[in-house]
Each structure stands twice: as C-alpha cells, then as structure tokens.
C-alpha cells in the first residue's frame, strides 16, 4: 500500500454529485451498503472515517453517525451528524420510524394515552382489541 491513509482514503472519493454528495468509489458492503476502508491496520466504515478525520475524534459509544443525505455511500462530513441510535432510527425509513410517526391504529381509532396497550414491544388499541375479545368469546 503506497501512501498514508488519508491519501488513500482521498483517492477513493468521486466527484461529487448535485445534491453535495461525495460518492465512495470502492469497496461497499454487500450486506449494508457502507463503503468499506482499510487504514492499514483494520477495516472500518468509510463515512465513519470521514467523520473521524473532519471532526478529530472517533465516535462517542451509544451514538451512531447518520447520513443527513441518506445516501450510504456518501462520505461528505458535512453531510454527517453524530445521533443517538434513537434519533437515527427516528430519521430512517426503517418500518420502526415509520409506525412511530402513526397517530391511530388502521381503524381509525387514535394512539393515545387512554386508548393505546403496549404489548411486545407494540402499540394497539384498546378499542380493537376489546372488539376482538366480544368477537372471539362468542365463537366459544
């Protein structure tokens, strides 16, 4: 390998697109679609590099770094923000983040503090769910 890391690692970065992106140009992760970096002594994310050498400090534990422009292969510091994992989720496309952002179940009934159970890691709605006890006491 010839040159130090940060001259690698600015090889590997492509123009950048029209919406500010600085696409990674070498090996993503099949599984997560990260771009993938060697420092010369282990591999790690390319954006969480990018993050490390613009901010001058690695990540903190418990946080995660979110894309702002959602693209994965981005490796822009200024298009990345040290989150919680929460917050992430929160901002993600995730099915999570999207059903957190639903204000009544899918019969119309409303998710609020009286009318909604937590079960499992869930949320349902009481008026649903004491319908589907009548219903399945009477089959009985």
């Known amino acids: 390998m010839k040159g130090s890391a940060a001259e690698r690692f600015q090889a590997k970065i492509g123009l950048p697109d029209d919406n500010g992106c600085w696409p990674w140009i070498a090996a993503v992760s099949a599984s997560t679609g990260y ?6 002594q282990r591999l790690v994310n390319a954006h969480q590099y990018a993050f490390q050498r613009a901010v001058g400090m690695d990540r903190n534990p418990g946080y995660e770094i979110d894309h702002l422009c959602r693209n994965r ?3 822009n510091p200024e298009h990345l923000e040290l989150v919680t994992k929460a917050e992430n989720i929160r901002r993600s496309s995730a ?6 952002a639903k204000t009544q179940c899918p019969r119309g009934h409303p998710y609020d503090v009286v009318n909604t159970l937590f079960s499992g890691g869930r949320r349902r709605c009481r008026i649903c769910m004491r319908a589907w006890w009548r219903r399945w006491y009477k089959k009985t």
């Open 35 to 40: 771009g993938k970096f060697w420092t010369g």
């Open 73 to 75: 292969v981005c490796v």
């Open 95 to 100: 099915p999570g983040a999207n059903n957190r």
